[in-house]
């Protein structure tokens, strides 16, 4: 019988998910089908207790759906319970287990880029729901100096006071980020700062930014954010948050079904959904 897969969020209509899954479905000769499933706030409990009743084989879960939908699965990866977020389940023999691959998605594709990842000085800019799972993922894959900044300084000092693993970091305004950014080696911006709507900002100045530096920004719409643009400009490499959802998504495939999908494949057909890189 045909195996079910789905996203389940609010707003759900412009994922891309189940383009690339039923596209890698097509590719590997798998019989299923993944589908997009728009499920309100209210309705949470409801639709995880229908999804386990018809039995789904795995899902993905997206905003405002990340947090809620803990309490309502049989059992919790540690890293997804260190993180406090849920994006993928499995469904094993009847029990629903969540885990969380944005921070290691974010990991494996910023790899592609950087050797000896452990050793680089880190700022992370913002301490929302992705800073929390790229934060605890490097941390919890050994990288040892790893600063946080953002707007609200308290809710940075409140992500590295939650912070279960050892690393080294201090919490930092945006600007005392601006004064220091010479000395990393890695900056990672993962701000709503550039996106579509607001692509003319910059969630922090480049004056001291160093040529040698990689900057990363999560964002993929548009696919070089003004922060990234002016980052390649002063000489650092740069990458954008496609490489995130790609292998988000990835590691979630195989969770699935074993198999670790070809990469490359999946981010021709985000970027063709986009227009084009
Ligand atoms: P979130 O939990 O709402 O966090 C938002 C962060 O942005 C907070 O640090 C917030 O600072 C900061 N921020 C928002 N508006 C700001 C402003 N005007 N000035 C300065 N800082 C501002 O959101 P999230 O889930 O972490 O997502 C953040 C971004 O990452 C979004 O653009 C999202 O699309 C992207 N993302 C990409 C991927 C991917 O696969 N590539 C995955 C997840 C998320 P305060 O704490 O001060 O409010």
Request: charged share 20%; with cysteine; aromatic share 8%.
């Amino acid at each position: 019988m045909k195996k079910l897969y789905a996203v389940i969020g609010d707003p759900i209509a412009h994922s891309m998910s189940p383009l690339m899954h039923n596209d890698l479905f097509q590719f590997y000769g798998i019989d299923a089908h993944y589908q997009a499933l728009q499920v309100k706030e209210q309705a949470l409990a409801d639709a995880v207790r229908g999804l386990k009743a018809i039995n789904i084989s795995g899902f993905n879960i997206t905003i405002p759906h990340k947090v809620a939908v803990m309490p309502l699965l049989d059992e919790i990866d540690p890293l997804a319970q260190a993180i406090g977020a849920v994006n993928t389940v499995v469904n094993k023999e009847g029990n629903l287990i969540g885990y969380n691959t944005d921070g290691s998605g974010y990991v494996r594709g910023l790899q592609n880029y950087l050797a000896d990842l452990q050793d680089k000085k880190v700022l992370i800019i913002g301490a929302g729901g992705a800073a929390r799972a790229i934060y605890f993922t490097m941390a919890h894959e050994g990288v040892k100096h790893i600063d946080l900044a953002n707007r609200t300084a308290e809710k940075a000092a409140s992500l590295a006071h939650d912070c279960p693993y050892d690393v080294i970091t201090k919490a930092l305004t945006l600007s005392e980020a601006e004064d220091n950014l010479a000395s990393y080696d890695l900056i990672i911006q993962t701000t709503s700062i550039g996106m579509v709507p607001k692509t003319e900002c910059e969630p922090i100045s480049l004056h001291n930014l160093r040529e040698t530096a990689f900057v990363s920004d999560i964002i993929y719409n548009p696919f070089e954010t003004l922060f990234l643009k002016n980052s390649r400009l002063k000489g650092a490499g740069t990458q954008n948050g496609l490489d995130m959802f790609v292998l988000q998504g990835a590691l979630a495939f195989e969770k699935w079904t074993g198999i670790f999908p070809d990469t490359e494949r999946m981010k021709k057909i985000v970027e063709k959904q986009l227009g084009g890189a």
